[in-house]
């Protein structure tokens, strides 16, 4: 997270960065879950 590190830390930013990735994540789980179990 830059936002820490330069000091302009924007919660509602970060949150949605944090959204974004988790949803990434989520995908890129259900991907394996299909490729594995279907």
Known sequence: M???KW???HPP???ENIKNLF???V????KL???FFF
């Open 13 to 15: 930013m970060a949150l």
């Open 2 to 4: 830059y936002g820490f």
């Open 27 to 30: 995908r890129s789980l259900l």
């Open 23 to 25: 949803l990434k994540v």
């Open 7 to 9: 000091g302009n830390y």
């Open 33 to 35: 879950l299909k490729y």
